[in-house]
């Protein structure tokens, strides 16, 4: 299993520029987050999903949006970038248990210039 | 309104010692308390958890103590090793079959030196 997997690793916009972070996980997990990592200031949830067609805001959805189509993928939408939204993203995703567990991606690096 | 409080922000500890790391939280609800470590440029892993209802549990050099009544947890790491430099995250869960989410605390940098 690759478990989680994202991409970019790494990219720079532009303000105002949009884009799609991809994230991908083939544990059949329902479960699936989106977190951003600011220094000191830990992960914050922005966007998750309890399965396929289901979303919900985190705690800063601000400025951002996802969807679901399937078990697999989450993309993460960042629309008219902005430096706030400077930061590594993560994607994570979670069984329905009884073992509670969320896996982590390798992140993307996000600049906003 | 920051639900898990983890302190300290930064430690560095000798080689061999024991690395402590604090976490308090407020909501009563939350029940199950995982702690996650992350190396640098790597997504967080999970270390250890425990759930409220034992006051302690252990895997290898890693333990959790848990105190319910003071609404704190804390994680120590004996015997610490370099390759234990990274960063620290607790985490709690709220409870209810349909709660999933995680509220992470700000992290601790641990460094331990050789």
């Known amino acids: 299993n690759a478990g989680v997997t994202q991409t970019p690793k790494f990219r720079i916009l532009k303000i105002g520029q949009s884009m799609t972070l991809q994230c991908t996980q083939d544990?059949?997990?329902?479960?699936m987050y989106w977190y951003r990592q600011d220094p000191g200031m830990g992960l914050k949830l922005i966007y998750y999903?309890?399965?396929?067609?289901?979303?919900d805001k985190g705690e800063v959805p601000n400025g951002y949006n996802v969807s679901r189509s399937t078990t697999e993928d989450f993309p993460l939408r960042l629309e008219l970038a902005a430096p706030s939204q400077t930061s590594v993203y993560f994607c994570?995703?979670?069984?329905?248990?009884?073992?509670?567990?969320?896996?982590f991606g390798p992140g993307t690096r996000l600049t906003v210039t | 309104q920051q639900q898990v409080k983890q302190s300290p922000q930064s430690l560095i500890v000798q080689k061999g010692g024991i690395s402590i790391i604090n976490c308090a939280y407020e909501n009563t609800a939350f029940d199950y308390f995982p702690w996650y470590q992350q190396f640098p440029g790597k997504g967080p892993a999970l270390l250890i958890a425990?759930?409220?209802?034992?006051s302690e549990k252990k895997e290898g050099r890693f333990t959790i103590s848990f105190n319910k009544s003071a609404k704190q947890f804390s994680l120590h790491i004996m015997d610490s090793q370099p390759g234990d430099s990274a960063t620290y995250f607790c985490?709690?869960?709220?409870?209810?079959?349909?709660?999933?989410?995680?509220?992470f605390g700000k992290g601790t940098l641990l460094t331990v030196n050789p």
């Open positions: 994570a995703s979670s069984s329905q248990g009884p073992i509670y567990e969320q896996y």
């Open positions: 985490a709690a869960k709220g409870s209810g079959g349909s709660n999933y989410k995680l509220t």
């Open positions: 999903s309890v399965g396929a067609g289901i979303t």
């Open positions: 425990i759930r409220p209802d034992v």
């Open positions: 544990m059949n997990h329902n479960y």
